[in-house]
């Protein structure tokens, strides 16, 4: 049994970084891993996924060169770097992990997905 813990949220200025951590109480080792977003009045949508191969990462065009998705299976955690934050990236963002254990590449739907973290809040405002 997979437990997911997102941290890391916090209030940023425009032009700040934070880093998310999402840390698994059960192995995450080759399991395919996703953060998502959701907004007020939104839908959960894919920010960043990293397959089990590390080299297998996607990020959404609005993220891109502006997040990186890293995991580190030693401390059993996942990680998202987050620069040059925007106004419009404040929400709550939400790690996932897939029991595909077979699968080395990554998956951007949450159907996919069968662990879920409570969130973590970031707001981007000065």
């Known amino acids: 049994q997979v437990q997911l813990v997102e941290s890391g949220g916090g209030l940023v200025q425009p032009g700040g970084s934070l880093r998310l951590s999402c840390a698994a109480s059960g192995r995450i080792f080759s399991y395919p891993m996703g953060w998502f977003r959701q907004a007020p009045g939104k839908e959960r949508e894919c920010v960043a996924a990293i397959g089990r191969s590390i080299r297998r990462t996607y990020y959404a065009d609005s993220y891109k060169g502006r997040f990186t998705i890293s995991r580190d299976d030693a401390k059993n955690t996942v990680y998202l770097q987050m620069n040059s934050l925007k106004p419009e990236d404040t929400a709550v963002y939400y790690c996932?992990?897939?029991?595909?254990?077979?699968?080395?590449?990554?998956?951007?739907?949450?159907?996919?997905?069968?662990?879920w973290g409570q969130g973590t809040q970031v707001t981007v405002s000065s």
């Open positions: 996932a992990a897939a029991y595909k254990p077979n699968s080395g590449g990554y998956f951007t739907e949450s159907r996919d997905y069968d662990y």
